[in-house]
């Protein structure tokens, strides 16, 4: 049987996001218990972990033997905060070995340096704060030096979605937990 892998990275400080990317993991993984209506027939075909950023490495390889033992059907991550930009290095690294990454959920993408989003990346749905330092760094450099912001150097379909929340509300918020849950039901 083919599996759906869907890991959740959390951000930095682990512990403080830990409750909100728990939930959107525990929601991804029983996404035939009803909170999806119209998804039961995914059941045991989906996969869902939670990782803290700093071990986004283990869903990496956890995807890479999905692959290599001919498991897995598709992968698509999530990610909150830093969480955001390991999800990017994961997709290049499972890029190198032929995986196709079918959506990421990216959830406030933290200050940082832009990443490009790599070639072997179908579908990204970015979720921004308003309020609170990604949201301030983003104001502050408009051009995406800074302020959480993926390029798009390919022809990878993106939406940005912008939410009046702060940085860690929005990892809670149910409106964006529904919007990758049904990304992820139509890809299955």
């Not at 408009?142 to 979605?161: F, I, L, N």
Request: net charge positive; proline share 6%; aromatic share 10%.
């Amino acid at each position: 049987m083919k599996l759906i892998y869907a890991p959740t990275i959390g951000g930095l400080p682990g512990v403080v996001f830990d409750g909100a990317v728990k939930r959107l993991a525990w929601e991804l993984d029983n996404l035939d218990g009803g909170l999806a209506a119209g998804v039961a027939a995914l059941g045991e075909r989906f996969v869902s972990e939670v990782y803290p950023h700093f071990s986004w490495k283990k869903a990496r390889d956890k995807a890479i033997a999905m692959h290599r033992a001919g498991e897995l059907e598709f992968f698509c991550p999530t990610g909150h905060s830093w969480g955001c930009y390991k999800i990017i290095q994961m997709a290049e690294d499972l890029g190198k070995h032929g995986i196709k990454v079918r959506y990421i959920g990216a959830i406030d993408p933290t200050a940082g340096p832009v990443m490009d989003v790599p070639a072997n990346v179908e579908e990204v749905g970015e979720f921004w704060a308003s309020r609170g330092p990604c949201a301030s760094a983003r104001r502050r450099n408009p051009d995406g030096s800074a302020g959480g912001r993926y390029r798009y150097p390919h022809r990878t379909k993106h939406t940005v979605t912008p939410f009046e929340s702060g940085h860690i509300e929005l990892g809670s918020n149910a409106i964006v937990h529904t919007a990758i849950l049904k990304a992820v039901r139509a890809l299955a």
